[in-house]
């Protein structure tokens, strides 16, 4: 009986925590749709550059203090408690750091409304440092429904006053009152619908305990914030906020494709690796099955992506955004060679060599920094395809390792990407002549979506490919509801729940 609820508990919760990530993406990226045509690139390009200032603060009060309570199996009332009084007076503490170097930052940037922007917006900070621990708690005690409410919540109350304030004209200030709202609303529904309220206990001890676990968490996510937020600072720097927003919104379209299909596949394939990390060649079967997989489905999004950039661009966010396009074109590129970053890193990982990941990231943050200088003198173009050029250097240095590690060479991997990206290629190509038609904008962008699709699909039926006869069987078996055994693992049994 005890097995079945912790069975029912993780089913409940994998739902609830995948809704959760679906709903709140699919609705926030409608409302960051409509603010855009709405706001002037200059706004968002001003929200941009001060959230990089919130975000790395906001490493500190929410990344690795909750982990430390969820980790914890024998984590108590005194330290649930303790940490958040600890984070409260924390975030405030970090608050008043960025209030008083808000106008040292206005003058590094020579921009003076972005001053009080930063300074009301970086309330986020106590606000972050409450809900942390309330959802702390709840996924401890995988409570996702109530996360989902609360977000949902969060996220439709802040998008429809942004909307509401930037029609009325309010400007950069519908934007932080979006962010505001929404972390407000957040930590006040989780409030009341989490069983959980902070009690009056507190123990140093505890502290001590938990900050020492956490602190490594918190400096390892403090230097990849830092290192992905870099070139949005120096962006903001020698050039334009503008710019910045060009840059910025060029690469929302390609992350929250990746988000929602290389991430979810990334959770699921570390644990079926580390099952098998006793059979090397197993290893490597579970490892091209997957990179085969997330190819397939993220080279045809990214190329066809690609393609319809321009009629995108302008009928979504309309012609003042058309700056983006070449900006949205270039972070294409950038993700597409996410998939086998991902499957070899997973593998690497999956295998016990935490040792080699880290120079291997040691490795790529050395490279991309000096890309980084390199290009950024040059042009806010040469920025964007410079990390373009690092991510195809750090898929080949993730790629390297596993030639030894499970006989896994670049050749092989190469080979077993190639039917893939030959198809997304001739599919990209094929519907970037219909922008050629003197048609309406959205009539073109139909008629790309619609025929990308049947091309890739009709092209992947006709020649057989690989990963598009594992998918459509894998769907088919489910269907008939008679999947024992998932490919995925060959030979792995996969037990109902």
Known sequence: MRDSGLKNKVVSGVFWAFSERIVSQGVSFILSILLARLLMPSEYGLIALVLVFTNLANVFVTNGMGETLIQKKDADETDFSSLFYFSVVFSIALYTILFFSAPFIGAFYDNSELVSVLRVIALILPLSSIITIQQAYVSK???????????IGGTIASGLIGIGMAYLGYGVWSLVAQYLVNA?????????IAPWRPKLLFSMEAIKKLVGF????????FINIFYFELRSLMIGKLYTVTALAYYNRGNQFPTLLINSIDTAIGKVLFPAMAEVNHDVAHLKNVTRRSMKITAYL???????????????????????????????QICCVYWLFQPMQTA??????????????????????????????????????????????????????NMMPNKKLMNYSMREQFRDLAPSLLLSLVMGGSIYTISWLALPAILILLLQIVGGAIIYVGASHLFNIDSYVYLTSMLSTKLRRRNTVTPLTQGIVIKKW
Do not use: H
């Not at 956490?214 to 996510?221: E, M, P, S, Y």
């Open 141 to 151: 005690k995988m409570m996702f429904k109530k996360m989902f409410i609360s977000t």
């Open 184 to 192: 407000i609303v957040n930590t006040i529904v989780l409030f009341f």
């Open 214 to 221: 956490g602190w490594k968490l918190v400096a390892a996510n």
């Open 298 to 328: 993220i080279f045809p999004l990214m190329i066809g992506l690609l393609s319809i950039a321009p009629s995108l661009i302008v009928v979504l966010l309309t012609q003042k955004w058309a700056a983006a396009v070449p900006f949205l």
């Open 344 to 397: 070899n890193w997973q593998a690497i990982k999956a295998l016990g060599r935490s040792d080699m990941l880290v120079k291997l990231e040691i490795i790529k943050k050395i490279i991309g920094v000096s890309l980084l200088l390199i290009s950024m003198n040059i042009s806010v173009y040469a920025i964007a395809l410079s990390n373009a050029v690092f991510a195809c250097i750090s898929m080949i240095i």
